[in-house]
């Protein structure tokens, strides 16, 4: 988060963010209070308005950009934002509101015509035909769709730089062991997420501020499943290649403890809950470290199995990429 100083006896600190989340709370003592994550383009901050008045902070709402003061503090080992005043941005603010947006690396358009690029190289017919159609579908959402609410690739194009990320991925351990279908893997790389643009409310930022109900109930493997089996009927798909897809989406998060409704049980849907992970994992760390000096470790990680990530330094560079060019 980027701090303008307003006190340095007080500690006080101004800051341009969003709202990234925002849940009203209740004290031990019944006193209700806010508890949020602040976001701005250089990272995200938890954080804490227990002043809360419900008439004066009633407009405040997820992915709403404000203007806040106050001052940083250690919650647990963690930095924790502790709210005295905040409000929306206004237009005297002369403030760029598109700068506090964190994006994906590459250019979303570029990403995308990359992902068709691979598709249109498929020699298997009805799997080009049914990825292409879920894609399709999707239209212009999957442009700035972030990957997850709060978690890895939680930014503007966050969704398509993890599907590319994952399908270079694809491509080298297809180099090693030749025995995978290539392209069956690939078409469970491209649509296993899909589901996701259903799951988050998420903006016109491309920002996600909560799950839907549907997300809650159903949730983006079981609704991508039912995503392939309504498509395969619908274009006279082969069953058991629809059967295949379905598989892969409803197991590629490996286990039912992470969401799986099934285990993997074909070699490619084994690759592509690895690659999955494996890509989501190196998300983290690397953004766990991104603001830790050299030889230092990061705060405790939740998403990494509470785990501290230690900066050895001896790489270069903020984001992890896979080479996305090579073909």
Known sequence: MKYIEVNKQLGLKDCYCLIKSLDKKTTRNGKPYLDMILADASGEVPAKLWDYDEIKHADLAPS???????????????????????????????????????????????????????LDG?????????????????????????????????????????????????????????????????SGVIIHDLGKIDEMEINELGLASKYTTQGELVGHLVKGAIEVEIAAKELGIDEETALLLEHLVISHHGVPEFGAAKYPSFVESEVLSVIDNLDATLFEMNTAINSVNIGDFSSRQWSLDNRRIYNHGRTFGTTPRADLKKR
């Open 64 to 118: 709403m950009p404000v203007k806040v003061r106050g001052s940083e503090e250690e919650f647990k080992g963690a930095p924790q934002f502790r709210v005295n005043n905040i409000r929306p941005i206004v237009d005297s603010d002369d403030f760029d509101v598109s700068q506090l947006v964190v994006s994906a690396p590459e250019d979303s358009k570029w990403m995308l015509d990359e992902i068709y690029a691979c």
């Open 122 to 186: 498929f020699e298997d017919g009805d799997l080009k035909k049914i990825v292409k159609y879920l894609l399709q579908k999707r239209g212009e959402s999957l442009l700035n769709a972030p990957a997850a609410v709060n978690m890895h690739h939680a930014e503007r194009g966050g969704l398509l730089f993890h599907t590319l990320s994952m399908l270079r991925i694809a491509e080298r351990i297809c180099e090693v062991y030749p025995f995978l279908d290539r392209e069956l893997l690939l």
